[in-house]
């Protein structure tokens, strides 16, 4: 099993404005191997009630990937998402696969 490259969206900052507010540039890396997986009905439910966004993917971040995922945009299928939640961790030795952590993605508002 392998999964597919996605585009994580990271903001680096580049200075202030006007009003001594930080501006931001958005920047594209990617992320090779990373799974993706249709959201259950009940992962569905279980998020508009936590989080009023509604999960679409789940995705599966490779082991020793160590970019930020909470609350960035990811661009996959031709599309932008939202990740959102906390991104769930697992510890490498206990997780026989490729893949030990989950980030919970919605559409893109």
């Known amino acids: ?21 930080a501006v931001y540039e958005k920047t594209a890396v990617d992320v090779d191997n ?13 998020t508009v009630d936590l989080y009023g966004r509604q999960a679409v993917y789940t995705l599966g971040i490779p082991k020793g990937d160590t970019h930020e995922w909470e609350n960035k945009t990811v661009e996959f299928f031709g599309e932008q998402w939202e990740t959102f939640g906390i991104p769930l961790k697992g510890i490498d030795d206990l997780v026989p696969t490729p893949w030990n952590m989950k980030v919970t993605v919605a559409r893109h508002e």
């Open 34 to 46: 990373v799974l993706v997986a249709p959201a259950t009905a009940q992962e569905m439910t279980d």
């Open 1 to 21: 099993m392998r999964g597919i490259t996605v585009k994580l969206y990271q903001e680096t900052e580049t200075g202030t404005n006007t009003f001594g507010e």
